[in-house]
């Protein structure tokens, strides 16, 4: 089976979403039905139900993921193992927001590209809150992400930054309203300063991402708590005011799954970052 079909087949059967897999994987929703219906020919049974509670794997299926899982890995292992071994090359993804993507990631990725120029680099952007699902999922295979206090004993990290978390607004005298974070450890440590402070917060906004939290403070819609990386990096931060907090800083670290360490490209990234 072509290496291309397993690797379809496995992100599928990690999201359970066929509209996400087509989307994230470039490919259109006609040829991954087609490529699932290959496999199910191949392997003499139905790999996937779709029913009212959505996609599903059957039996079979699961037995199939463990295949295709093992069967990338060897070829992984043939090629590394080689008497005279090819240069490095796939794909590795990686996830980041948008100011991890312009402040770390040059800096970071900048080792492995000069070792291993044929590894192409796919970078995913989205929600801070989201990396370590994204990765946990496996939809990537590293993600620059904030590190929690309990981080997942199913992932390993590496600190890459230490960022303040800020108070920033276009009015020095207003007391709020604020806009926070709608989810991810930004969010909780606002809260935890709100509580601390006595605070009952009026929330005028809960963007999904610290750069349209910024925007939005920078539109005046009330005063916003982001980290400072984020601050610097941001366009808007010449029209906007940092106020006075004592505020815990945000770790920031290089993460990838503990499994996933002896694989060639997430063994090359973690041994030169």
Same mark, same amino acid.
């Given at each position: 089976?072509?290496?291309?079909?397993?690797?379809?087949?496995?992100?599928?059967?990690?999201?359970?979403? &066929?509209?996400?897999?087509?989307? +994230?994987?470039?490919?259109?929703?006609?040829?991954?039905?087609?490529?699932?219906?290959?496999?199910?020919? *191949?392997?003499?049974?139905?790999?996937?139900?779709?029913?009212?509670?959505?996609?599903?794997?059957?039996? +079979?299926?699961?037995?199939?993921?463990? &295949?295709?899982?093992?069967?990338?890995?060897?070829?992984?292992? &043939? *090629?590394?193992?080689?008497?005279?071994?090819?240069?490095?090359?796939?794909?590795?993804?990686?996830?980041?927001?948008?100011?991890?993507?312009?402040?770390?990631?040059?800096?970071?990725?900048?080792?492995?590209?000069?070792?291993?120029?044929?590894?192409?680099?796919?970078? *995913?952007?989205? %929600?801070?809150?989201?990396?370590?699902?994204?990765?946990?999922?496996?939809?990537?295979?590293?993600?620059?992400?904030?590190?929690?206090?309990?981080?997942?004993?199913?992932?390993?990290?590496?600190?890459?930054?230490?960022?303040?978390?800020?108070?920033?607004?276009?009015?020095?005298?207003?007391?709020?309203?604020?806009?926070?974070?709608? *989810?991810?450890?930004?969010?909780?440590?606002?809260?935890?300063?709100?509580?601390?402070?006595?605070?009952?917060?009026?929330?005028?906004?809960?963007?999904?991402?610290?750069?349209?939290?910024?925007?939005?403070?920078?539109?005046?819609?009330?005063?916003?708590?982001?980290?400072?990386?984020?601050? +610097?990096?941001?366009?808007?931060? %010449?029209?906007?005011?940092?106020?006075?907090?004592?505020?815990?800083?945000?770790?920031?670290?290089?993460?990838?799954?503990?499994? %996933?360490?002896?694989?060639?490209?997430?063994?090359?990234?973690?041994?030169?970052?």
């Amino acid at each position: 089976m072509e290496h291309r079909e397993l690797e379809l087949f496995l992100h599928l059967a990690r999201t359970l979403n &066929y509209g996400r897999t087509s989307l +994230e994987c470039h490919v259109s929703a006609a040829t991954l039905t087609r490529t699932i219906q290959r496999l199910e020919v *191949r392997a003499g049974a139905r790999l996937l139900d779709r029913g009212p509670r959505g996609v599903v794997l059957t039996p +079979e299926g699961q037995r199939f993921t463990s &295949y295709a899982e093992r069967a990338l890995e060897l070829w992984d292992d &043939y *090629r590394t193992g080689a008497d005279e071994p090819a240069e490095l090359a796939g794909v590795l993804r990686i996830f980041a927001t948008v100011t991890a993507c312009q402040a770390l990631l040059p800096d970071l990725l900048a080792p492995l590209r000069e070792a291993h120029p044929q590894i192409r680099l796919d970078i *995913r952007t989205g %929600d801070a809150a989201a990396a370590l699902a994204r990765l946990d999922e496996g939809e990537v295979d590293a993600a620059v992400a904030g590190i929690p206090k309990r981080f997942p004993q199913t992932m390993v990290t590496r600190t890459v930054a230490v960022t303040d978390l800020v108070l920033v607004t276009t009015d020095p005298a207003a007391d709020g309203p604020f806009v926070v974070p709608a *989810r991810g450890l930004v969010r909780e440590a606002a809260f935890r300063w709100f509580r601390r402070r006595g605070i009952k917060p009026a929330i005028a906004a809960e963007p999904d991402g610290h750069e349209a939290l910024l925007a939005l403070v920078a539109l005046g819609c009330g005063t916003g708590i982001v980290p400072r990386l984020v601050l +610097e990096s941001s366009p808007s931060a %010449d029209r906007l005011i940092e106020l006075p907090a004592d505020l815990e800083p945000l770790t920031i670290g290089l993460c990838a799954r503990r499994a %996933d360490l002896r694989k060639p490209l997430i063994a090359a990234l973690w041994g030169l970052t």
